[in-house]
């Protein structure tokens, strides 16, 4: 009997872990091989069960960024197929995860066929984006970046984006700082970066926007 595909879950959500390890376990070529609720526990698990395949959420309340987990096990763990399974906006965050090394992304509203297709797709290779997203990157491939940006919330890096999400959470300066594990200094200068890409001129309507451009992500995840 040929031995089944490996799968690692890393999601903070326990229901979503669960539909996931009970779709996964009842496929004839694949199983789910450990679970972890945070990017630092989801390293460790991979050292020791060693997956084909982990599927990743963006954002871990508590236990750190899906971006820079992708990034780290691309690092550390080259052979370990990524694919982003989240809530959050294609559109903002697809091209994000594929630039760090996922080989997959998928929006949590996807129809569970989806995302026995993209695994076996990263199995063989391959890359699996939904038709908008690939329609997204075609467009950006063709016309390049000849348009001016202008203030939007594509003009971030993945950090920066982080840091101004945690804001629009009204996480302090402090908070963000032990979350991402750097210094208050490091989280300012961040800000004073965020500021001037979204030409802001306060902390104070730095501060609003985050809440508003949070407030808008919710909304559509609802």
Known sequence: MKQKS??????????????????????????VCGEADSAPSALQIIGAVHPEVAIVDISMEGGGSGIELIKNIKASHPNVRVIVL?????????????????????????????VLE??????????????KMAMLMAEKFVVGHTKKAGSTIERL????????????RCCTTRQIAEELHVSFKTVQSFCARIKDKLELSSAAELLRAAVRWHDSQQKKQD
Do not use: C
């Not at 993209?118 to 038709?131: E, F, W």
């Open 157 to 168: 890096s993945d950090r920066e984006l982080e840091v101004f999400q945690l804001l629009g």
């Open 118 to 131: 993209a695994i076996r797709s990263v199995l063989t290779g391959k890359l699996y984006l939904s038709d």
């Open 6 to 31: 490996k799968i690692l879950l890393v999601d903070d959500h326990p229901l979503v872990r669960e539909w996931l390890a009970n779709l996964i376990n009842q496929q004839s070529d694949l199983e």
């Open 86 to 114: 989240s809530m959050h906006d294609e559109a903002l965050y697809g091209e994000r995860a594929l630039r760090a090394g996922a080989r997959g992304y998928i929006m949590k509203r996807e129809a569970t066929k989806r």
